[in-house]
């Protein structure tokens, strides 16, 4: 039986639309490099396209909380 890869984890959250901060990934894919996973994640995506217009782009943006900011990544 194949193993889920934090990667395929991680990709399939952000395909179902929703955000990802590095807390999340540590919560529900026990994932603490979140930026090396997303650099990843688009790179094999960009790979398999064949023309830069079909390409994914992965927004970041800051996440901001009562004391500091969060790196948040989404598509």
Not at 7 to 23: A, F, N, Q, V, Y
Not at 54 to 73: C, H, L
């Amino acid at each position: 039986m194949k193993r889920t890869s934090q990667k395929d984890k991680i990709l399939r959250w952000l395909l179902s639309g929703k955000k990802i901060t590095t807390w999340i990934a540590i919560q529900k894919f026990g994932c603490t490099s979140l930026p090396k996973r997303i650099c990843e994640i688009q790179g094999d995506f960009n790979k398999q396209c064949t023309k830069p217009a079909d390409w994914m782009e992965i927004q970041k943006g800051w996440k901001k909380t009562k004391y500091s900011r969060v790196r948040e990544y989404s598509l």
